[in-house]
């Protein structure tokens, strides 16, 4: 009996390194795929154009980031649930696993909506586009809010800056949104945008790293 116990032990733990693992990869694949679909698209400007450009309908790296895209939510999804099932009483690292599935269910909806190119006609899929990255970001700030609380000083400081830099980026792109509907140049945006996700990225890989530390511990 005490054999069968601590077999199951080890492989629940086995498990849930898997799961963890998850949420470095899912990172490593997102950067990846923008910066190989920024270099494939003849003319796109990692600097002052948006991120959305690139999987817009119409664009030529839109066949290259659906799929990615629907992976990447399926290994965030998976990652959320491996901090929620090896959070044991830590109420936070629960709800933070909730909050990641949550953004990773509501992502994967979203990607579906892809905008319209640069300067085109409003549609339906504009409109749910906006309204999915304009909730996605509040999802994400909950996320790191909670998350702030599962480790030491060290990482509830490093969340605390990551919020800072995610709010004032979010808001910077913003701003730019209508000039990008309306077709008209967007300096920086890009650079603005990209901070705002690959610093929510860093964060994901961070925990992701800190929990496997933990597990193995």
């Not at 796109?44 to 991120?51: E, P, T």
């Amino acid at each position: 009996m005490v054999f069968s116990d601590s077999l199951f032990d080890r492989q629940t733990t086995a498990l849930g390194k898997v799961l963890l693992l998850c949420g470095i990869l899912s990172s490593l694949l997102w950067i990846s795929g923008d910066i190989v679909a920024s270099i494939q698209y003849e003319g796109y400007s990692f600097v002052s154009q948006s991120i959305s450009e690139l999987s817009a309908i119409g664009a030529p790296t839109r066949s290259l980031l659906f799929p990615l895209g629907i992976i990447y939510e399926i290994l965030l999804f998976t990652f959320g649930l491996g901090v929620l099932t090896t959070g044991g009483r830590k109420r936070a690292q629960r709800f933070t696993g909730i909050l990641l599935m949550t953004h990773a269910i509501v992502g994967l909806v979203s990607v579906f909506f892809p905008m319209t190119l640069r300067g085109g006609e409003l549609t339906i899929s504009d409109i749910m586009h906006i309204i999915f990255y304009t909730l996605i970001p509040l999802i994400i700030l909950l996320t790191v809010g909670f998350g702030a609380n599962i480790h030491g000083k060290r990482f509830r400081i490093y969340s605390i800056v990551t919020i800072l830099i995610l709010i004032i980026c979010w808001v910077l792109t913003a701003m730019a949104s209508p000039r990008i509907a309306a077709g008209l140049p967007t300096p920086w945006v890009g650079i603005y945008e990209r901070l705002n996700v690959y610093g929510y990225m860093q964060w994901v890989l961070v925990l992701a790293i800190s929990l496997l530390r933990t597990e193995k511990g």
